[in-house]
């Protein structure tokens, strides 16, 4: 009769696989922890300014300057700390691709700063409902950019370093 096979059962010591789970989670924390921030907007002076900006803080600007090709890009990469969206695009409207954004689990983390030409309330509110972290109305300083890009930014941390209730 043949006796039955019998798997080795391998164990592991705790620390080595603590070592393991260790560099795994930093690895991957360098994978989600992005300093990429996307910028969808038309106007070329605001791109160049967040570059200049960007550069300095250590971040990488993807920019874009049309609503469609912003949405193509967020359909296939999530991987963004912070967005900068123009209300008024060519071809798709802010709003639709704040909106879209909103409804993407994926997407839901990224704090997206508007910028419009357009500075009534209504522009504002509409914004906000959106989901919109922050607005700043044009023309924009490359100070008040800078400022209010690091407020998004800072605030995206200080909500993931929040305990989550159990």
Same mark, same amino acid.
């Given at each position: 009769?043949?006796?039955?096979?019998?798997?080795?059962?391998?164990? !592991?010591?705790?620390?080595?696989?603590?070592?393991?789970?260790?560099?795994? #989670? =930093?690895?991957?924390?360098?994978?989600?922890?992005?300093?990429?921030?996307?910028?969808?907007? @038309?106007?070329?002076?605001?791109?160049?300014? &967040?570059?200049?900006?960007?550069?300095? +803080?250590? !971040?990488?600007?993807?920019?874009? %300057? @049309?609503?469609? #090709?912003?949405?193509? &890009?967020?359909?296939?990469?999530? @991987?963004?700390?912070?967005?900068?969206?123009?209300?008024?695009?060519?071809?798709?409207?802010?709003? @639709?691709?704040?909106? %879209?954004?909103?409804?993407?689990?994926?997407?839901?983390?990224?704090?997206?700063?508007?910028?419009?030409? +357009?500075?009534? &309330?209504?522009? =504002?509110?509409?914004?906000?409902?959106?989901?919109?972290? =922050?607005?700043?109305?044009?023309?924009?300083?490359?100070?008040?950019?800078?400022?209010?890009?690091?407020?998004?930014?800072?605030?995206?941390?200080?909500?993931?370093?929040?305990?989550?209730?159990?």
């Amino acid at each position: 009769m043949r006796e039955p096979v019998r798997a080795s059962i391998r164990t !592991y010591d705790t620390p080595r696989l603590q070592q393991r789970l260790a560099i795994m #989670e =930093m690895s991957l924390t360098g994978v989600l922890d992005s300093r990429r921030v996307l910028v969808a907007d @038309d106007d070329p002076l605001t791109s160049q300014m &967040l570059a200049v900006i960007a550069k300095k +803080e250590g !971040y990488e600007i993807v920019s874009v %300057h @049309d609503g469609r #090709e912003a949405y193509r &890009l967020l359909k296939s990469d999530a @991987d963004f700390k912070a967005a900068v969206i123009n209300l008024t695009m060519p071809n798709l409207r802010g709003l @639709d691709i704040l909106r %879209h954004m909103k409804t993407e689990k994926r997407l839901m983390r990224i704090p997206v700063l508007v910028v419009s030409g +357009e500075s009534g &309330l209504k522009q =504002m509110a509409d914004s906000f409902a959106a989901g919109a972290t =922050m607005f700043l109305p044009k023309p924009v300083t490359q100070d008040q950019l800078q400022r209010t890009l690091r407020i998004a930014l800072t605030s995206r941390e200080s909500k993931r370093q929040l305990p989550r209730a159990a």
